[in-house]
Structure formats: C-alpha cells, structure tokens
C-alpha cells in the first residue's frame, strides 16, 4: 500500500490523505470523535449512492442522495460559518438559517424523487441536453 507522511509526521495511506491522522484524533472530546466519524460515514455513503444511482438508478439512490448530500453539505458550510462568522449575534441566527435551509433541500428533493422525475434521471437529463444554434431558431 502507497503511504505518505504529512507534515505532521503521520504516516497514512494515500487514500486517506485528507482524514486526520489518529494522533490527532485521539485528544477530542467524545461528541467531537463521534460527529468526525458520522461525517466520514457519510461522506462514504454518499460517494456509495452517487456510484449506485449511476449504475443502476432506483428510487431507493435517489432518496438516500436526497438525505445524504444536504446533510453532506450542511456539515461543511457549518464549518465555514464557524471558521469566518465571528459576529457573535450573527452565529445562532446563521445556524438557525442553515438548519432550515438543510431541512427544504431534503425535503424538496424527497418530494422531487417520489412526484417527479427524480434526482438521478434529472442529472442524465441536464447532462443529454444539446446546445441549440440561434441560427437554427430563428
């Protein structure tokens, strides 16, 4: 197996690259431990459902996209609401929002899945689309 040492000093393997090495790991809290593996199980789910609902594209990919990428995304723009938002009147009111906005997006896209097209055979569709000349409208 191809590994690397980081500039920690951890050594890992390349296709663990980005996850932090255990050392780091090992010094957070619980909460913190259990919330940094439920983002990586996620973060593999995700990746699991984008590979199934491009193979074989079923209504049960489609929904487990419909939870698994807003709740992906929402991790994520947490994170840099935390790291760049240091008004503190802003933060809960940001958080409250995001929350909201995380909670539409599932729900809308459930929705979509089970009363329209769904989400896998949108993405075929936007990508089938042709680029139409304007010479050939008019």
């Not at 590994?3 to 951890?10: D, E, F, H, N, Q």
């Not at 090992?26 to 699991?48: D, F, P, Q």
Request: hydrophobic residues 50%.
């Amino acid at each position: 197996m191809l590994s690397v040492i980081t500039r920690s000093g951890c050594i890992r393997p390349v296709a663990r690259q980005l996850a932090p090495c255990l050392s780091q790991v090992s010094h957070m809290s619980g909460s913190t431990v259990t919330h940094w593996k439920a983002e990586r199980y996620v973060s593999i789910l995700t990746a699991g459902a984008m590979i199934s609902a491009a193979v074989h594209p079923t209504l049960a990919a489609d929904h487990a996209l419909a939870i698994l990428v807003p709740l992906h995304t929402h991790w994520g723009l947490e994170q840099v609401f935390t790291d760049y938002i240091h008004i503190k009147p802003l933060i809960p009111v940001v958080g409250i929002l995001l929350k909201v906005l995380t909670g539409f997006t599932m729900i809308a896209l459930l929705y979509f899945n089970q009363h329209d097209i769904g989400i896998t055979q949108a993405v075929k569709d936007v990508w089938n689309i042709k680029r139409v000349n304007p010479e050939e409208l008019g």
